[in-house]
């Protein structure tokens, strides 16, 4: 089965665009969505109001590039992330992906983490130049092997994988090339590497992603200039939609996936877009990273306008979590209060949709570990585990905790 991971994160730089259709038309109903659901004053251990469907698959999501290190091992080619993380400058305190997590060699270690939540299921991604160094010609057997292993583990201890195809690792050799995304060659390239990864996969992996959030690579890569490949006035000369492109693309998926972190406020309008965007307060409270407002209600609205708009009958939640500035205090406990707080509402908004009847399947929290957070680098926290980059020694937070209640109860606690 293919689905589609698409945002509805606010962009990390520049305005929003019509892109944020999901969070737009979301925010578009946000009061309604203050309406507390009634709460008897007898309330038993686990109200029924509080729990989620049977079956509901609880889980967790990283990225290749952001976490698993090894970058030149085994065969993997360059990618454009390598390639902005080296230039100086590209990045927070000149932080690489070379090392990351380590999640390569460590992957069973990471394995156990999940299972030790309770994690149902993973999002993990395939890095394309792992498996076709060049990007397209021969394949690297090693690269695939490592996902083969990966998948192996989790099968074996009883965890569903969700693969994505493309979170933004493309073949630097591609970009050189062709142009990367700018040419129809990388599109039919990938195809061949998706074609690839499914036929060797396909039998233990029931889930594939292709695209993670085509948005942010585009337009933060391709227009912002503030991610890889760097680019700012990209465009002149891509190819136009055919009619032809158009009926592929319109091809119908099994399942959609949505990274929903934090709401854009709107109010309609008599111009033919139909709305403007309201500049959120001041003081209106955010995580830590600058670009996410706190508005838990995005989990309820996103979803509902997913079904209702396109009408689609499998829902994800592919990502959803935030960044903190985690430390270990003193006993060595990580307590990450504002995390939990985050779960507790952004989870009790999914809740109300689920019990509504929109058909939200499962639910992945980013991020498992602590990792490289693109142009951030390390310095923005993610993971329900948290990670000491310089002895690769893994801790769950507090938020593990909980999370792991969630999952035990199926139910918000
Ligand atoms: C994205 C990516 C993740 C991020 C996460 C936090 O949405 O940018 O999918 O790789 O790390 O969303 O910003």
Same mark, same amino acid.
């Given at each position: ?12 730089? #520049? ?52 976490? %698993? ?112 995304? %700018? ?51 990209? #465009? ?11 009926? @592929? ?24 877009? #139909? ?38 009958? %499998? ?13 270990? @205090? ?84």
């Amino acid at each position: 089965m293919a689905g589609q991971s698409v945002s509805s994160k606010i962009a990390k730089a #520049g305005s929003p665009s019509r892109r944020d259709v999901i969070k737009l038309a979301g925010a578009g109903a946000l009061l309604p969505a203050t309406a507390a659901s009634a709460q008897t004053a007898d309330v038993p251990a686990v109200s029924a109001s509080r729990s989620f469907p049977p079956g509901f698959l609880w889980g967790a999501a990283t990225a290749s590039y952001q976490i %698993e290190g090894a970058w030149q091992e085994d065969g993997r080619g360059e990618s454009i992330w390598d390639r902005f993380a080296h230039a100086p400058g590209k990045i927070r305190n000149g932080d690489t992906g070379d090392v990351a997590d380590d999640h390569y060699h460590r992957y069973r270690e990471d394995v156990q983490l999940m299972k030790a939540l309770g994690a149902r299921t993973y999002r993990f991604s395939t890095a394309w130049p792992r498996v076709f160094p060049q990007g397209t010609g021969n394949p690297n057997p090693k690269g695939l092997d490592f996902y083969n292993r990966l998948v192996d583990e989790l099968l074996a201890n009883g965890i569903e994988p969700f693969a994505t195809l493309y979170h933004w690792d493309l073949p630097q050799a591609l970009q050189d090339s062709v142009g990367g995304w %700018e040419s129809r060659d990388t599109a039919k390239a990938f195809a061949d590497y998706a074609g690839y990864v499914a036929e060797k996969l396909s039998d233990r992996v029931r889930k594939f992603f292709t695209t993670n959030e085509l948005s942010a690579f585009v337009e933060l890569g391709h227009r912002d200039g503030i991610f890889a490949p760097f680019l700012s006035s990209a #465009g002149a000369g891509v190819p136009k939609f055919t009619d032809e492109d158009l009926r @592929a693309i319109a091809s119908p998926l099994d399942f959609v996936g949505i990274n929903v972190y934090t709401p854009v406020y709107v109010r309609a309008i008599g111009a033919p877009s #139909g709305y403007e965007v309201v500049p959120p307060a001041k003081s209106h409270p955010r995580m830590a990273s600058s670009w996410q407002l706190f508005g838990p209600e995005a989990l309820y609205w996103a979803p509902r306008h997913l079904q209702k708009i396109w009408n689609v009958k %499998e829902i994800y939640i592919s990502e959803n979590g935030c960044g903190a500035a985690d430390e270990p @205090a003193a006993d060595g406990i990580v307590y990450d209060t504002d995390r939990i707080m985050f779960l507790r509402s952004y989870l009790a908004s999914l809740q109300r949709a689920t019990a509504e009847g929109v058909p939200v399947r499962g639910y992945f929290l980013w991020s498992l570990l602590d990792n490289f957070e693109w142009a951030d680098g390390y310095g923005t926290r993610f993971g329900l585990v948290h990670v000491d980059y310089a002895s690769q020694k893994r801790t769950p937070k507090l938020s593990a905790a909980y999370y792991s209640e969630v999952i035990r109860r199926n139910a918000l606690p």
